[in-house]
């Protein structure tokens, strides 16, 4: 097999990024329009952490998910530029986490348990732009 030669293991994995980060996206959008009678459904302990979540951290948390969608359609695409974008995203996955556990109480509401969804989606940022550097190597990507 060429360099040149995409495995399915490519395309299957390209479309799994696209959808996971169109759910990340959603997430963000739900977050951001979210009103007061929809954060009300919520329970208490998301409400708290919510309410005491600087608006500032809507910032890289759009910047994660839509560099992620980004990114993942650029892999998709076969292109080069997917792998600074999936890079960004990981960057901004991180930033917007650690802002998370420092600005607002969820540690103490969520303990160990809370942190596992985080470290899960930072880990699948990491994945993401090693696959798209490693794409690149290969000559997969133009």
């Known amino acids: 097999m060429s ?19 169109l759910a ?5 959008y739900y977050h951001l329009a979210a009103t007061p009678a929809t954060v009300a459904t919520w329970p208490e302990q998301q409400q708290t952490i919510f309410a005491a979540t600087p608006r500032w951290l809507f910032v890289p948390f759009a910047i ?17 530029w997917a792998v600074p974008v999936l890079a ?18 969820l540690w103490e509401l969520t303990g160990v348990r809370g942190a596992l969804f985080p470290m899960s989606i930072a880990l699948v940022g990491l994945f993401l732009w090693g696959y798209a550097r490693h794409c690149a190597k290969r000559g997969w990507l133009r």
């Open 3 to 21: 360099t040149r030669t995409r495995p399915p293991l490519f395309w299957l994995v390209a479309i799994l990024a696209v959808l996971w980060n």
């Open 88 to 105: 960004l995203s990981l960057l901004a996955i991180v930033v917007q986490f650690a802002g998370n556990y420092l600005a607002t109480p």
């Open 64 to 80: 994660a998910t839509i560099g992620g969608l980004v990114g993942s359609l650029g892999l998709l695409w076969r292109s080069r």
């Open 24 to 28: 990340g996206v959603y997430s963000f």
